[in-house]
């Protein structure tokens, strides 16, 4: 299983980015996969998750309603629509997929798989 994360770069505060998290192997037979983000100096924290058999989304108090997790009709790429970005965005973002319980879904120890990090800078 191997994820491939992209779309990262350099913006200013206010614009949108989409990255995207391309999967091989049965990275999304698992239960769910994720979007993490570490700042520089700071701990790797939840971002966004997305429950595979329902559909459900789940976000981070900081993203809601800026962020939007999405994925294609295969099922081999997840994306995250990030708009009104800000400079406190600013992060290496990874995704990763695993088999989480509903309950520890924003818990990054409940994911298996993880791709490399794409970088994303907001500027202000």
């Known amino acids: 299983v191997q994820l491939q994360a992209s779309g990262g770069g350099l913006v200013q505060a206010g614009a949108s980015l989409r990255l995207s998290c391309a999967a091989s192997?049965?990275?999304?037979?698992?239960?769910?996969v994720g979007w993490f983000r570490q700042a520089p100096g700071k701990e790797r924290e939840f971002v966004a998750a997305l429950w595979l058999s329902g559909g459900n989304s789940f976000y981070a108090d900081s993203v809601k309603g800026r962020f939007t997790l999405s994925r294609d009709n295969a099922m081999n790429t997840m994306y995250l629509q990030m708009n009104s970005l800000k400079p406190e965005d600013t992060a290496v973002y990874s995704c990763a997929a695993g088999r989480p319980i509903l309950s520890q879904v924003r818990n990054q120890n409940q994911y298996t798989y993880w791709g490399q990090g794409t970088q994303v800078t907001v500027s202000s």
């Open positions: 192997g049965r990275a999304f037979s698992t239960r769910a």
